[in-house]
């Protein structure tokens, strides 16, 4: 996936010369220049090179599991009744709590494990699982851990405006002034925080509620983003594009006004088809509006232990054609070139002259494979930082 005008952007017998971590070069094999034929060769048997892949949305650090939830659904009940009851969210909340710096590391570290598998060489991290301010701080600081012990790269997403805790159970004003923002501020001054995000929906947040956080946001310089339109419409997507967020996920419910204040703020949709899958729904979001109008569309796992328990950015590939009809270029483009513009990296996500040298190298003979398979991983090797 180069920058070319060939379908996937593919060079046929590429060569890509790395200094220093970058790619410095890229082209046919056939033109390389005679500075770089001194240069160490890997030899790739003429397999598929992608860049590495991003999840640009997970929630893949928090405590506990919710099977118990994933069987009441099963048996009739709706995401928004599990919650009401007090399930959902607020449940993870209770383990998150619970659980010590090590005990989050410890289980991050093997749902990051599969993903690194796949191909993954930058992921996004939320907190929103405390909701208080040591265990919102406590889990940017497990997410900010990460790289340490892994070779991957890590974004990391304050999302304290999540849900209301039980001790605030009817006060969402009272919370968001009280222990939200006062996080937000001391999460900020910690260095813990990349961008900021909120849940709007009737479950959680109103826009206006949104927006009193999104004003902090600015003034500390952070970038945002919104789950958005996931289970009503809210106007969230609008409210998150005045704001020139960085991109708008979920947006099932998305309407074309909201679709159109996403293209003329350059926000970015992001496609979460496990959510759709785990939840049964049937409101799929707009994909034939976003193509229309040229929103750029990313795709992530959601990881999470309630509404999106998928742990495979490849699955994710194949369910973003299969349930929204995406074609695998533009499920391919989500993951990489897309899902760098959603986290704001302009240093990844494609193939040229200048980017991080992080790739994957694959067992295929054609890019569609990668969302064509099930349950199957075609990775070969993963290249970090230029290094295999």
């Not at 590939?317 to 074609?327: D, H, I, K, V």
């Amino acid at each position: 996936m180069g920058e070319t005008d060939a379908p996937y952007g593919l060079i046929e017998d590429a060569a890509v010369p790395v200094v220093d971590g970058v790619i410095d070069w890229i082209g046919p094999q056939s033109k390389i220049p005679e500075q770089y034929k001194a240069l160490p060769e890997t030899n790739l048997g003429g397999r598929l090179v992608t860049p590495g892949l991003i999840d640009c949305h997970t929630h893949i650090v928090h405590g506990g599991d919710r099977a118990a939830e994933f069987e009441m659904r099963l048996s009739g009940a709706s995401y928004e009744e599990v919650a009401r009851a007090g399930g959902g969210i607020v449940s993870t909340v209770n383990a998150t709590r619970a659980a010590t710096e090590e005990d989050l590391l410890r289980d991050a570290l093997r749902r990051v494990d599969v993903l690194i598998a796949e191909g993954v060489t930058c992921i996004e991290v939320k907190s929103g699982y405390g909701l208080d301010l040591e265990t919102e701080l406590r889990m940017l600081r497990v997410a900010r851990a990460i790289p340490k012990h892994r070779p991957l790269r890590v974004k990391t997403t304050f999302l304290g405006a999540h849900a209301t805790p039980a001790e605030y159970a009817g006060r969402d004003d009272a919370y968001i002034d009280n222990v939200c923002i006062p996080a937000l501020r001391a999460a900020h001054a910690e260095g813990l925080v990349d961008a900021v995000d909120g849940f709007c929906e009737g479950i959680a947040f109103q826009p206006e509620q949104i927006a009193r956080v999104f004003d902090v946001a600015q003034e500390l310089g952070l970038p945002v983003k919104l789950h958005a339109e996931q289970l009503s419409n809210l106007g969230g997507a609008k409210l998150a594009a005045r704001y020139g967020a960085m991109s708008a996920d979920h947006i099932e419910y998305l309407d074309e006004d909201g679709v159109v204040a996403m293209k003329d703020a350059g926000t970015v949709a992001v496609i979460l088809p496990g959510a759709f899958y785990t939840l049964r729904e049937t409101q799929a979001p707009p994909i034939d509006a976003l193509r229309q109008h040229k929103v750029p569309m990313a795709l992530a796992t959601d990881i999470n232990p309630g509404s999106s328990p998928l742990n495979s950015l490849l699955l994710t590939l194949n369910m973003g054609c299969t349930l929204f009809r995406m074609t695998p270029e533009e499920t391919l483009r989500g993951v990489t070139q897309n899902a760098a513009r959603a986290l704001g990296l302009t240093d990844t996500g494609t193939l040229a002259v200048g980017m991080r040298a992080d790739m994957a190298v694959w067992d295929i003979k054609h890019p569609a494979e990668l969302s064509y398979r099930i349950g199957f991983n075609p990775l070969h090797a993963r290249i970090f930082g230029g290094k295999l």
